[in-house]
């Protein structure tokens, strides 16, 4: 664990062990958003039933002999990804591990209520940047609403990865640019700005219109797809990203995202959606 992450346990009233949780910490050192769990259902005997794995109930089955011994293990629907984050942006207030580093957000906005909603962008870097407290998040997968405000003909949006705390990052992202619109993945760099797109994918972005992004980062690899279309690209790295913060980004004023999800997948699954 980092010093922003920990572990919390739930204990029944015979101090018996029911529930571990692990995650990014809020500042009440406790695990926020949507976290990898695991919890244990228990007999009267202390017998372990079953275990729900991430929120999916009875993942692993227990079976047991008058001997407390486990007798037989059954999987009944072992399917997903841990989510380290999920937030949709319900709540009154963003969560307290989420950062604005540039522009301002909001969550309650009027006209695009339980989105986080930028509202204005930085007057130096004119993008805006909301990214998680935590900085060692690496290798996952990441799926993201994005919506351009009416009228948008130009600009960038979407998921940031590798945030070092200092405004360089990479970022998976929609992008208008003077009638062609594409799926791009580009470096940002403190002091500099954008740098050439890296990899792209032609597609169609509609301004006022939802869109979801879906990929994962592992390594030197980055995998990005626009939901819905047949655009997509892989792109590989001759240097490794390292870890660092995950979050979002955009160019334009009143740009809305929602759904933010971060998983852990593992190398046998990535995350690829239809």
Partial sequence: MTPSRGQVFTYDRLNRLTEARAGIFNA???VALAEPRESWTLDDLGNISGLAYYGTSNVIQHTTNATN???SLATANPSGDPMIVFDNFNADTLDDTWSTTKGTFTVTDGTDPDKLKATALDGTTS????????NTLEDGAFILKVKFPSGTTSGRAGFVFGHDGSDTYHAVVLRKNGGTDTLEVAKYTSGAGWGSTLDSSTGTVTANTEYTLC???RQKAVYAKLDGQNV???YNSSTFFGAGKVGVVTTVANTTFDDFTY????PQK???RA
């Fill in 215 to 217: 990929g994962w980062v």
């Fill in 232 to 234: 997509d690209f892989t």
């Fill in 270 to 272: 990535p995350l690829r």
């Fill in 28 to 30: 009440s050192k406790q």
């Fill in 69 to 71: 011994e486990i007798s």
């Fill in 127 to 134: 993008t805006a940047v909301e990214v998680m407290a935590e």
């Fill in 263 to 266: 998983l852990q997948i593992t």
